[in-house]
């Protein structure tokens, strides 16, 4: 039953930070998600890519209801998520692939160098140049190659990828609200191909707990998405009535704690 509640509650925070940061819930599930089998005494050897499969799966359906919220605010470029959804596909399957490959202990740590580096930008970047950046249109080949590393990167570490394409969009002029909006609809891709390859890498591992599904913990994705959907079209809300430098300054801060704890536990 606390199982249960656990991920209840899980998918309501993620659900409202996924709407209100554009990330999809993947940096504060997979977090908590190590907790959790930690706490169920999932093996080692697949606990960090069961959470990090597990997460993918959850980001499908947190993604779906947030990029509808923001839609209905004008905060989506669907012109860039037209010219990168096929990069970020390839990206996706080559990072679920990646993440079959390396220990549980060094995805954690990749996880929390590039929280802590993404956050750091974030809280330090001058208040002027937030808002008063000039759109612009990004080459094909800056489009394909960063959506070929930023599906990798998120299908690896169990993101929907907002970490990197916030900051990308936002460098060709997107406004934080819109690059916010456009995240999120960027992350469905990302999470659709990541989560059937960690499905099929995972193969008949006799190290995963019953009822998964591949990488994917069947308990913790149908718990997850009972709240996470219905919660992050509040946290898309919120973010259209936000004030951009406030948004981007908190967004940072989200981003440096993960970063730390997860270096923290993983180090020591």
């Given at each position: ?12 925070i993620a659900?409202?930070l ?9 940096i504060?599930f997979v977090?908590?998600?190590?907790i ?20 993918l ?6 993604a779906?209801?947030?990029?509808i919220?923001h ?5 989506v ?7 990168m ?21 060094v ?9 802590l580096?993404?956050?750091t ?10 808002e008063?950046?000039k ?18 990167i ?9 970490a ?22 960027l ?5 659709l191909?990541?989560t059937?390859t ?8 006799q190290?995963?707990p ?13 718990g997850?998405v ?19 430098v ?13 970063a ?6 993983t180090?020591?």
């Amino acid at each position: 039953m606390l199982e249960i509640i656990f991920y209840l509650v899980l998918g309501v925070i993620a659900g409202v930070l996924a709407g209100l940061f554009g990330v999809g819930g993947g940096i504060v599930f997979v977090p908590a998600l190590l907790i959790g089998f930690e706490w169920l005494n999932v093996p080692e050897s697949v606990l960090t890519h069961l959470a990090v499969g597990t997460s993918l799966a959850c980001v499908i359906f947190t993604a779906i209801s947030s990029v509808i919220a923001h839609h209905r605010k004008q905060g989506v470029i669907w012109e860039r998520v037209r010219n990168m959804s096929g990069f970020l596909l390839l990206g996706a399957i080559l990072g679920a692939w990646t993440a079959d490959q390396l220990s549980g202990f060094v995805l954690r740590l990749i996880l929390g160098s590039f929280l802590l580096i993404m956050a750091t930008k974030m809280l330090f970047e001058n208040s002027s140049k937030i808002e008063t950046v000039k759109e612009s249109n990004p080459a094909i080949f800056v489009i394909g190659l960063m959506g070929l590393v930023t599906g990798w990167i998120s299908s690896m570490l169990g993101i929907a990828g907002g970490a990197l394409t916030v900051p990308f969009l936002k460098v060709y002029g997107a406004p934080i609200k819109k690059a916010i909006g456009t995240a999120s609809a960027l992350g469905l891709p990302i999470a659709l191909a990541g989560t059937v390859t960690h499905i099929l890498v995972a193969g008949d591992n006799q190290d995963l707990p019953r009822w998964s599904l591949g990488y994917v913990y069947l308990p913790a994705f149908l718990g997850i998405v009972a709240t996470s959907a219905y919660f992050a079209k509040w946290g898309a809300r919120l973010a259209h009535h936000m004030d951009q430098v406030i948004l981007q300054r908190l967004f940072g801060l989200l981003l440096a704690f993960l970063a730390i704890r997860m270096i923290w536990i993983t180090l020591f």
